[in-house]
């Protein structure tokens, strides 16, 4: 009998490749084309929808360890992300219709899986994975609620910055470069004096926003929180951070800018370019307004506004055990943002463990079990951890992780040091897998 996946977003892709790798027919459910929601625009699989950076490749930082621990494991997310990549500095950011491309195509022409299309409003008998992500429909949604009388689903908002195309930036008000010239230069950046930053700040500060039932400032996500809820925090709070200008110095003047504004290259082309940053759920009017006040993008052509949405996601630790399958009835798991998991590769993580652990169970095999010292377990060992009491969405850090036994000195060596404990576990794992 066939698994049932239940989305094909990040999580639901990988974990039906995991699964149909190891020999396991899959039944990969999902609802788009025949239903959208308000966040997506494209019918193929692992649509990015909010930013087209998967952020940093360094291992000195965890998510770029969890990466290479993904890469080393097999993944489909990292092996389409690393084929359709754009150059980003010290980041993997990637094509975002190439890389969706890539990996529909991978799931289509896999012999072991069968694409169902059409809306899943029941959860179906046998083994099952519901990856639907942070926007799963409203029947499905209280079918899952029905399951966990004695918990409840918790909700936080989310966001996606605007897209322009290349052509109508001025580069004469801008320039690329990398902040302090770490990699390529990747980055268009748009300064604004003291003059210009406050006139910005100030109409940013009381544009119109779009409304979103039951959106309040306290509901969003610290990691995708809108620029507009992160400017009314206080005038400076912008310059510490998407708008921070240390290490961008301005080539026609030498100096730091006042601000600076990032984009980002969204395409293999380098035709569209989003702004680093600027996740809003302004009105579409006002964003045009208040944005084009960055004296580089005074002209600029939006090719998607910003959108917010409402973000679902489980009380995991109550629910789910460490390979995100839940308590006391193991033939069913979760995977993706509605575990809680933060990011387009903690995603793809949970995702990736669901499936390898699920197959192993139908194989007979024993669970593999990523230890907390890898970043794929201690994501799954944090959300399923009951000693979890204020559950929030998590990405991945090496705080979750335990220290090592010896000291070493500076922050960036430890973290190097970290990566080289995960990965020499990795490597003895990824032969068993």
């Known amino acids: 009998m066939a698994v049932t996946v239940i989305g094909a977003g990040l999580a639901g892709s990988e974990a039906a490749w995991q699964l149909a790798q190891r020999g396991i027919p899959v039944r990969l459910c999902e609802m788009k084309p025949q239903k959208m929601t308000p966040a997506h625009h494209s019918p193929d699989f692992a649509e990015l929808v909010c930013s087209n950076s998967l952020r940093s490749d360094q291992l000195e930082n965890a998510v770029g360890l969890l990466k290479e621990e993904l890469r080393r494991c097999g993944s489909l997310i990292l092996r389409s992300a690393d084929e359709t990549r754009v150059e980003a500095g010290g980041a993997l950011a990637v094509d975002r219709e190439g890389f969706s491309a890539a990996v529909t195509k991978a799931i289509r022409e896999h012999p072991d899986i069968t694409v169902v299309d059409g809306e899943v409003t029941e959860i179906p008998e046998g083994d099952v994975i519901v990856a639907t992500g942070p926007l799963t429909s409203d029947a499905l949604s209280q079918k899952i609620a029905d399951l966990f009388p004695d918990s409840h689903y918790l909700n936080f908002f989310d966001a996606?910055?605007?897209?322009?195309?290349?052509?109508?930036?001025?580069?004469?008000?801008?320039?690329?470069?990398?902040?302090?010239?770490?990699?390529?230069?990747?980055?268009?950046?748009?300064?604004?004096?003291?003059?210009?930053?406050?006139?910005?700040?100030?109409?940013?500060?009381?544009?119109?926003?779009?409304?979103?039932?039951?959106?309040?400032?306290?509901?969003?996500?610290?990691?995708?929180?809108?620029?507009?809820?992160?400017?009314?925090?206080?005038?400076?709070?912008?310059?510490?951070?998407?708008?921070?200008p240390k290490g961008l110095r301005d080539p026609k003047t030498g100096q730091e800018p006042y601000a600076v504004v990032q984009l980002r290259r969204d395409n293999a082309a380098g035709s569209l370019y989003n702004i680093v940053g600027f996740q809003t759920h302004l009105k579409w009017g006002e964003q045009k307004r208040v944005f084009s006040l960055i004296p580089a993008l005074a002209n600029a052509v939006f090719v998607r506004y910003g959108v917010m949405h409402r973000n679902t996601y489980l009380d995991s630790p109550r629910i789910l055990d460490r390979y995100y399958r839940v308590r006391g009835n193991e033939r069913l798991a979760f995977a993706g943002q509605m575990t809680g998991v933060e990011g387009y590769v903690e995603s793809t993580a949970s995702g990736f463990l669901a499936g390898v652990e699920l197959a192993r169970r139908l194989q007979g095999k024993p669970p593999l079990d990523f230890p907390r010292e890898t970043a794929i377990g201690a994501l799954a060992l944090y959300v399923s951890n009951e000693g979890v009491t204020d559950f929030q969405p998590m990405n991945v850090n090496f705080g979750i992780m335990p220290p090592l036994e010896a000291r070493v000195k500076g922050k960036r060596n430890k973290n190097a040091a970290l990566s080289q404990r995960s990965l020499a576990i990795i490597d003895r794992l990824a032969g068993e897998l």
């Not at 690329?176 to 980055?187: E, K, M, V």
């Not at 109409?203 to 039932?213: G, I, K, M, S």
């Not at 309040?216 to 921070?244: H, I, S, W």
Request: one cysteine or more; aromatic letters at 14%; hydrophobic letters at 35%.
């Open 160 to 244: 996606a910055a605007p897209i322009v195309t290349y052509d109508s930036i001025d580069m004469d008000k801008a320039w690329f470069a990398s902040r302090y010239d770490r990699g390529t230069a990747d980055y268009i950046n748009c300064p604004m004096t003291q003059e210009e930053y406050f006139t910005f700040w100030q109409e940013l500060t009381q544009a119109q926003e779009a409304e979103v039932h039951g959106f309040e400032d306290k509901n969003v996500f610290e990691g995708c929180m809108p620029v507009e809820v992160m400017a009314r925090r206080g005038l400076q709070t912008l310059c510490y951070g998407p708008l921070k």
